[in-house]
Each structure stands twice: as structure tokens, then as C-alpha cells.
Nanobody, 124 residues
Framework: VQLQASGGGLVQAGGSLRLSCEVS????????MAWFRQAPGKEREFVTG????????LYADSAKGRFTISRDNAKSTVYLQMNSLKPEDTAAYHC??????????????????WGQGTQVTVSS
């Protein structure tokens, strides 16, 4: 399984960005997808996740009401729509895939594959 993240950039506070994560390879084995982020000097933190073929979604408190995860199975792509961005959202955003069941976990070590990060910078 290969993951290719894109869509990061520089945006002013209050603005929006949509990140994409294209999944290729043995996508039939993917159970759940998630987005994590890591700011300089901080630990990687869970943002949101969803089952690859349905099931529930999960959001970190910091993402609730502002971020939305979605997928396009035809394109094997997962999206992260981010609205009302804040300077504290500045980080490298990584998509991750977990094999097997479509249960979403917020623990990064439970994910098997990772895409490269895409940088999101929110200016005040």
C-alpha cells in the first residue's frame, strides 16, 4: 500500500484547505484511514479517521466542527477538508492506513502505512 498526500500550503487564519491522500497498491486490504499531524517540537497527534469501506468516523476534539474527512472510493482517495483554520493548526499532516478491520484508532502505532507529510501553515 502506498499513500501520497498533497494539498498543503500557506493560508491565513480563518481560511480553508483541502488535503488529499491517494491510496494505491493493495487497497482491498485497507481497513481504515486516518490523518495525523505533527508540529515542530511536538508529538504526532491524531486528527481524524474513517473506515475505508464505511463505518464510523472519529475526530479529535481540536478538529470537531471544523474538519471533515471523506473518501472517494472510485479514486481511492481520502480527503481532509479543513475550515476555520487557526495558527495552532500549523503542522505537517500525514495520512495513514491501517490494514484489516475498519475500526478507527487514534494511536499512530496501530497504522501500517504512512504517506509523506504535507505542510500546512496558518498565518495569524
Amino acid at each position: 500500500v502506498q499513500l501520497q498526500a498533497s494539498g498543503g500550503g500557506l493560508v491565513q487564519a480563518g481560511g480553508s484547505l483541502r488535503l488529499s491522500c491517494e491510496v494505491s497498491g493493495h487497497t482491498f486490504s485497507v481497513g481504515a484511514m486516518a490523518w495525523f499531524r505533527q508540529a515542530p517540537g511536538k508529538e504526532r497527534e491524531f486528527v481524524t479517521g474513517m473506515g475505508w469501506n464505511g463505518g464510523s468516523t472519529l475526530y479529535a476534539d481540536s478538529a470537531k466542527g471544523r474538519f471533515t474527512i471523506s473518501r472517494d472510493n472510485a479514486k481511492s482517495t481520502v480527503y481532509l477538508q479543513m475550515n476555520s483554520l487557526k495558527p495552532e493548526d500549523t503542522a505537517a499532516y500525514h495520512c495513514a492506513a491501517r490494514l484489516g478491520r475498519n475500526t478507527v484508532y487514534s494511536t499512530s502505532r496501530l497504522y501500517n502505512y504512512w504517506g509523506q507529510g504535507t505542510q500546512v501553515t496558518v498565518s495569524s
